[in-house]
């Protein structure tokens, strides 16, 4: 992403470094983890392209704090699509089908309850 997450609004001015990543499937092997910590570097968010958003702080607490911080973009967002459309309907419509089309996928996503994760 070579703009990164734009300072427009204050919440998104507390991200002043946003790494991105390109996602390339679960990272069970170690050179996998490794690629995901060198793109991270110093900052707190990472953009896993195509996948989402990894959120890290020294504390977890701050984690937690840093992603609800980043929760808060989600109304500018749906402002923007307003914007966009001229229609506060029509972002909703966007935004909506954005979920629907992205829901399935949980389906698709393997079981892993009651099962060790991967070292």
Not at 19 to 46: C, S
Not at 70 to 91: D, H, K, Q, R
């Amino acid at each position: 992403m070579t703009c990164g997450l734009l300072p427009m609004i204050q919440t998104a001015m507390r991200f002043s470094t946003v790494a991105d990543h390109d996602y390339a499937g679960v990272a069970v092997d170690l050179d996998a983890q490794k690629r995901i910590v060198d793109d991270l570097g110093d900052a707190d968010l990472m953009i896993l392209r195509n996948h989402g958003l990894l959120v890290v702080g020294p504390t977890v607490p701050q984690a937690f704090s840093f992603g609800r911080i980043l929760g808060a973009l989600g109304p500018t967002i749906v402002g923007g699509f307003v914007v966009m459309t001229g229609s506060y309907p029509e972002a909703l419509a966007i935004i909506s089908l954005i979920f629907l089309l992205g829901l399935p996928t949980t389906w698709l996503a393997p079981e892993t309850a009651g099962r060790a994760l991967p070292a």
